[in-house]
Each structure stands twice: as C-alpha cells, then as structure tokens.
C-alpha cells in the first residue's frame, strides 16, 4: 500500500439527507467513515420546493422545528386556467429542508469514528488490489484517501456515477421564495404543455411566505418568467431565489464492486412530483442493511451489493418509480386540449373522492387502479395512447 494516505472502512461522498442520513444509519457501528462534501455548509445551497408526504413521520423521528407548514389542499390548474381541488388524508409537510439535512449531520458530528471533510471535492477512485483483495484509492481535492466502500450520494450529476459511466437524465428548476397573498395552507401545480417535464408550483412555507418555481428540460428562465406573469408576480419583488438540477426517469443501476449509489445520484427521485426525500430514505435503510453484510462477509462484490440492495430497491420503490414515470410520460405528452378534457372528466364524474381514499405522493398504484375502473377514464386514456403509439412503445420498454 502507498505510504502518507488517509485509510477509512467506508467513504460517502455528499452530505445531503441521503448521505448524512445513511452516515446516521451506520453510526453505530465500528465503521470509520469519512464524509466528503463539496460545499462548506451542510444544507447550502438551498435547492427543494421541501413538500413532504406525511410519511416522513414514519421513517425518521422529526423535529417539530423542522415542520413550517401542512397542506391540506392540491389546487391542480390546467393551461387555460381551468382548476380542480383535491383533499385528501396526506397532508404533507412543508419543511425547512437547511434543518432537515443538518439533522442527521448533527447527531453523528461528534461521533470519534466519523469525520466530515467540509469545501473539499470529490474527484476520482481507483480500484486497487492487496493480498489479493480489491479495495479503492480516492482522490479528492485535498488528499487521497483508501476505504473498502464508496458511496455516491454527490447528486443527479453524480462524479462517482459518471466513473462508474451511470448517466440521469436531468431538467432544470428555478425558485423564488416571496411574500405573498395566496393560502396558507393550499399547494399548487400549474401544468403547461410548455414545461412538459413537470409542472409550475406554489408552496405555502408559511407566515404568508411561498415558495415559487418551475421545472423544465430547457429554456426554463424564460417559462420560470412567463409563469411569474401568469401569477401577477414581480421577481423584483422575491426574499431570495434558488435553482437546482433534478433527475428525470427511473431508478439507475445501484450496485458495483465495492461501490453504492443513493439517493439523486441513483434517480430515486419521483417523475411526478421531482421528489425524492421518501424514496431515497427508504433506499438508504436497504443500503445500510447491505453495507454491514458486506462488512461482516468481508464481501464487497458487485453480486452481493446487487442482493442485498440493489434488489430491494428494485422490488419496492423501483417499481413505484416506474409507476410515477409512466405517469409522466403520459403527462407530458397532453396538449393543451388533453388537459381540459381530462379535468372536465375528473369534474363530471366527481372523481375527487377517490383521491381522498387512495391518493398517496409516493405510492400511486391503489389510486391509479381505482381510476382506471371508471370507463370515461379509461377510455381517454386508451384514445389517447392509440393517438400517441411512441408512448406505448416507450411503456412497455420501461416495463419489459
């Protein structure tokens, strides 16, 4: 082994929710672990619209700080300005998403088997072989580091993904928060065939602030201003503003030798909603429970990663993540004409009760089923899949 070189068990590369909660998961155990995070303060910069499914509850004990609102309505507005409104038992968290990502990092800081390398940027790995066993040499900004495990959870530009040649599809988003007049406790989605990959959105944080922002593949400063229009909105006018990056599509390929993706970097993130935060907690109980296999089997195969995570992943929130890209790619391709028709639908039929007794944010399969037993549903949905056969093909693709 090379000599004047930072020997750790296991390196998580980003200390965002995925990373910091997955370095929580393990903290209990006997494990060095260094965390690698480019920027200087955890939780900056600021970069989520942080609506949460109450789930959240569920998963992770959480601090009443962290709650600043709860929606109790989803005003859902089509192009022409048509709208519906759809109450259900969810009732999401609106959360301070600085504090939700410090949690974690705050519990395990002072832990003497934890070390974070703050403002210092993961660059490249290596894998090496010594007494016959294959381990990882890993550069950063500062110093070379070697562990047995590498874990990517550096984003949706992942440079752990991009070495290991994992590539997500992204779309862009762009945010204000701002004081305003609208509900306080009513979330908004604006759809347009013009920001197709997703949707335009006002989040009341609370203590009448909102936050305001749209999603799109491309040109999205130029739909983030014409939106604004649309609202009456001055950006003059906004306490500050964010962007961010979001993948778009399915769960990618988790598991490697010696190495793990979670979180944005493994697309675990909601083609719907461009959500992420229940997916990729969920995933990262699956990774700690495989991380200590390898540890005790002194195995760290691509076989046994795949077995003991990558699989999990794929047999519950993998399947779901294709659900909701299905969705999408339906979505996405509506005109604006699809859009009325659709609502007028959900209207006339007085389907809204059903989003009170199936919706779920993260898990739509009971409510999409329940849909698809009302024949005028059904019906729009088959005319326009005849319309439109690449959908189909790009379906059963996913599917198969």
């Known amino acids: 082994m090379e000599q004047n070189i930072e020997k750790y068990d296991l390196i998580i590369i980003g200390a965002s929710i995925a990373g910091n909660y997955l370095t929580y998961l393990l903290s209990e155990s006997n494990l060095r672990i260094a965390v690698i995070e480019?920027?200087?303060?955890?939780?900056?910069?600021?970069?989520?619209?942080?609506?949460?499914?109450?789930?959240?509850?569920?998963?992770?004990?959480?601090?009443?700080?962290?709650?600043?609102?709860?929606?109790?309505?989803?005003?859902?507005?089509?192009?022409?300005?048509?709208?519906?409104?759809?109450?259900?038992?969810?009732?999401?968290?609106?959360?301070?998403?600085?504090?939700?990502?410090?949690?974690?990092?705050?519990?395990?800081?002072?832990?003497?088997?934890?070390?974070?390398?703050?403002?210092?940027?993961?660059?490249?790995?290596?894998?090496?072989?010594?007494?016959?066993?294959?381990?990882?040499?890993?550069?950063?900004?500062?110093?070379?580091?070697?562990?047995?495990?590498?874990?990517?959870?550096?984003?949706?530009?992942?440079?752990?993904?991009?070495?290991?040649?994992?590539?997500?599809?992204?779309?862009?988003?762009?945010?204000?928060?701002?004081?305003?007049?609208?509900?306080?406790?009513?979330?908004?989605?604006?759809?347009?065939?013009?920001?197709?990959?997703?949707?335009?959105w006002i989040v009341p944080e609370g203590n009448r602030i909102y936050r305001i922002g749209i999603a799109s593949a491309k040109d999205v400063n130029k739909y983030f201003k014409h939106f604004l229009n649309v609202l009456n909105i001055d950006i003059k006018d906004r306490i500050d503003q964010q962007g961010g990056i979001i993948p778009y599509g399915v769960m990618n390929k988790l598991a490697f030798d010696n190495i793990l993706l979670l979180g944005d970097a493994a697309g675990q993130v909601k083609a719907t909603t461009g959500g992420g935060i229940i997916m990729l907690l969920t995933a990262a109980k699956y990774a700690s429970n495989c991380i200590h296999r390898c540890f005790e089997d002194e195995n760290f195969s691509k076989r046994l990663i795949q077995k003991y995570y990558e699989k999990s992943c794929s047999q519950t929130i993998g399947r779901e993540l294709k659900l909701h890209f299905i969705i999408r790619l339906i979505i996405e391709n509506f005109r604006s004409k699809d859009f009325e028709i659709f609502f007028k639908i959900i209207k006339e039929n007085k389907i809204e009760h059903l989003v009170t007794f199936y919706g779920d944010m993260d898990f739509p399969k009971a409510l999409i089923a329940k849909l698809l037993q009302n024949r005028t549903v059904l019906g729009f949905i088959l005319k326009f899949l005849m319309k439109n056969p690449v959908i189909i093909f790009k379906i059963l693709k996913l599917l198969f």
């Open 38 to 200: 480019d920027h200087e303060e955890i939780g900056l910069p600021f970069q989520c619209a942080g609506i949460v499914s109450q789930k959240l509850i569920q998963l992770i004990e959480l601090p009443k700080e962290i709650v600043l609102n709860r929606v109790n309505t989803a005003k859902i507005v089509s192009p022409s300005g048509n709208f519906i409104n759809l109450s259900g038992n969810e009732r999401p968290y609106v959360v301070d998403r600085i504090k939700l990502d410090r949690l974690f990092y705050n519990k395990v800081k002072d832990n003497p088997n934890i070390t974070y390398y703050l403002g210092e940027r993961y660059k490249s790995f290596e894998y090496r072989i010594d007494d016959g066993k294959k381990y990882l040499l890993i550069e950063t900004s500062k110093r070379k580091i070697i562990a047995k495990m590498l874990i990517g959870c550096d984003g949706p530009l992942s440079l752990v993904g991009k070495q290991l040649k994992v590539k997500n599809d992204v779309i862009y988003a762009s945010q204000i928060r701002i004081k305003a007049k609208f509900y306080d406790h009513k979330a908004a989605m604006y759809f347009n065939p013009k920001w197709k990959q997703l949707f335009g």
